[in-house]
């Protein structure tokens, strides 16, 4: 090896030991872990119009790090934790502020990864709630075997919940919903008056978690469970995971849909609504093609294609009216818009306007005769008119669609 060669070496293990230091400063470099915060503390940090609700001066957390997610204690008559995490120092910081072991009534976890589960046997093990197994433990019932035999094995007070149920957290009460996704045992905790929700990993500050196959995570439940909390009111989203969100709720849970959504049609980068919009359709996904369109129109209210789309996809889910308000938009624009027509006859079909639905179907036909969709919802509607001769007349209602549904139509007469 030649000098020039052994200089170089050390040059590049200087560069490397430089690197290592910039990644993982010194313990003294560290910044401090701010340890057990109120809610309330948060809020005001948040500086929110919101008014804080006295429920967040009795719920401190601690912010998860390393292989803990966070930590929250809810304070009324008794004290319940919501995910022990995985951090034994945390409970010895806890008793430090003159939290009683003792007062604790309650443990809910929103899934049983480690990181938010295995921390209830540190505090399971303390003499004093070991002797008097008087902890209630909650849990979904379709969390993992081996950790649910772990605490049947226990003794303690044990309960599986499925979804829909109210549990009283020491005087305040919070609706368990089920959000299966991230994982399959998935739960979120509401609280209506505050607007306020515990989401485990279903809903973190930056969006969605990572589906976990190996715990029965599925992308298509993960799209309805976020489906299902974006029709909630929350305002405040208590995360698994990163400082609580405050007043942005809403938004927050956009990021998970908007991401799922992503994921599901193999996107990357940024969506371009009315081009996934489309994609959604061909999937099934017609609330999230709802969506999209509802994104495009925010910017461009009068975008034809997205007012169109929109209206066909809610006509396809029953809301039919809806469809129409739409579709005038449209037609007060371009009265000769055969789309339009077609999507208002199918819509007045749809609310058993049949006599009405024949006008736009005829119209459509006058203006471009191979639309086949328009001579199938015309048998239709002479069909359920009673026009059965005028109905069968028309060919490819005959051969394409009434001898599929021969049936249905039959028990229509």
Not at 98 to 113: A, F, P, Q, R, S
Not at 137 to 156: A, L, V
Not at 369 to 375: Q, S
């Amino acid at each position: 090896m030649t000098e020039e060669t052994k200089k170089t070496k050390e040059e590049e293990m200087e560069e490397a030991i430089k690197e290592l230091k910039q990644q993982y400063p010194s313990v003294a470099e560290q910044p401090k872990h701010p340890g057990w915060v109120t809610l309330a503390e948060v809020f005001n940090k948040a500086e929110t119009t919101q008014k804080i609700d006295p429920i967040f001066e009795n719920m401190v957390f601690m912010l998860g790090y390393d292989f803990s997610s966070n930590i929250y204690v809810v304070k009324g008559d008794y004290l319940t934790i919501v995910d022990p995490g995985n951090d034994y120092t945390a409970f010895m910081a806890l008793f430090d502020l003159d939290y009683n072991l003792e007062d604790i009534k309650k443990i809910v976890l929103t899934h049983g990864h480690r990181d938010h589960a295995m921390g209830i046997f540190e505090l399971l093990n303390y003499p004093t709630i070991m002797e008097n197994k008087d902890i209630e433990i909650i849990i979904h019932e379709k969390g993992p075997e081996g950790f649910k035999q772990m605490i049947e094995e226990t003794d303690f007070p044990f309960t599986l919940v499925k979804g829909g149920e109210t549990l009283d957290l020491g005087g305040s009460e919070w609706e368990v919903i089920s959000t299966p996704g991230h994982t399959m045992d998935g739960i979120s905790l509401y609280h209506a008056p505050t607007k306020t929700a515990f989401t485990g990993d279903t809903i973190l500050p930056y969006g969605m978690a990572d589906v976990d196959d190996n715990a029965g995570g599925r992308l298509d439940h993960y799209l309805f469970s976020v489906k299902k909390l974006l029709k909630t009111d929350i305002e405040n989203i208590l995360p698994g995971h990163g400082v609580p969100v405050v007043s942005a709720g809403q938004r927050v849970m956009e990021v998970a849909y908007e991401g799922i959504m992503a994921k599901i049609l193999e996107i990357e980068g940024n969506i371009s609504w009315m081009d996934v919009a489309p994609q959604l359709v061909q999937r099934g996904l017609l609330e999230e093609a709802v969506y999209c369109c509802d994104k495009k129109l925010v910017g461009d209210p009068e975008d034809l294609m997205a007012l169109q789309l929109k209206a066909y996809c809610l006509t396809d889910m029953g809301r039919n009216q809806e469809s129409i308000e739409l579709l005038d938009q449209i037609l007060a624009r371009q009265s000769n818009n055969p789309h339009a027509l077609l999507g208002k006859g199918h819509a007045l079909l749809g609310m058993q306007q049949f006599e009405e639905s024949l006008q736009y179907f005829d119209d459509v036909l006058k203006i471009n005769p191979d639309i086949k969709e328009a001579h199938i919802y015309k048998g239709m509607a002479l069909y359920f008119l009673g026009k059965y001769d005028e109905a069968m007349d028309i060919e490819i209602f005959r051969t394409e669609f009434a001898e599929k549904f021969k049936d249905q139509l039959d028990q229509q007469k």
